[in-house]
């Protein structure tokens, strides 16, 4: 079968990095194709993209987590939209959740969800889990996953003292559903992402000197996103180097520019970096020939035996 001869405008191009288009071509989503070379054209711009596309907002949500799955985009929490304001839930009345759990499954996910949170359910919080159930349509095997997520969550995060609510759940189950979290293996990977998230920040912070705090939520989108982008931690610390050097200190946004090149570049290890990131050679100024062509050479054989006559001429003299 002879090759394909792509007809394209030369005025304008897109580079994929072949990693990425690996990806991109081992998962089989169209969307989430179509998505990263929307991002790439747009360089990121959420604008163009909505602009370009023209999609319901659950397709693209949906094209962007699994993008974010595959560890081909980092997408910031500001980037997330928040769930919608209280008045725009569906307002559930006692009948509506006394039908709702007259259904086995809803009745069944109820019992599930009080016993892992250790206590009764009220009317509100019947409220908040009909609505991940019955308006975002998650299913009730995922709802638990979701639940049990949240609350190992919350203990992580123990030390800011705040008990778990339904509510808190509901917001993100909504995030879920943005992300197209809607079968059991898309939330475990989601899950899993996020364990292996929280592993990785310590040993971000000790490559920065940060020490062994917590970082803040700047920094952690910071170094979240450099560790989707697949790099090795030499280069992670190569980058801290530049950034220290040219600016005497840490500046995030300075050194998240080294690392953005190197990432569209392909460069993810030290010798990656070492090999593709060299400056080009300096071109010096034409200097004067060393080597004269066989008209020239006539010329100074003539002019040294012109020299030698004048230097014989004066010394006769």
Known sequence: MSGYVLHLPEEESVIVPGAAARRLIESGDGDGALVYLALLRGR???EKLREQLRWPAERLQRALGALARQGLIS?????VPPPPPAEQRPEYTRADMARAMEGAEFAALTGAVEDKLGKK???PDLASLLTLYDQLGIPADVIFLLVGFCVERAALQGGRGRRLTMRQIEKEGFIWARLGLM???AASAYINKYHQDRAALPRLMALLRL???QPSPTEERYLLS???MGFDSEVIESAYDKTILKCKELR???MDKILKNWHAKGLHTVKEVAGGDRPAPRREPAGPATAAGPAAQDDMARMEQYLRQLRGEKEDG
């Open 252 to 254: 995030w946004a300075y």
């Open 183 to 185: 079968d059991q293996a």
């Open 121 to 123: 359910l009220t009317t």
């Open 75 to 79: 997408r910031p929490q500001a980037d």
């Open 211 to 213: 020490g062994d705090r």
């Open 226 to 228: 450099w560790n989707d």
């Open 44 to 46: 990121g711009s959420a």
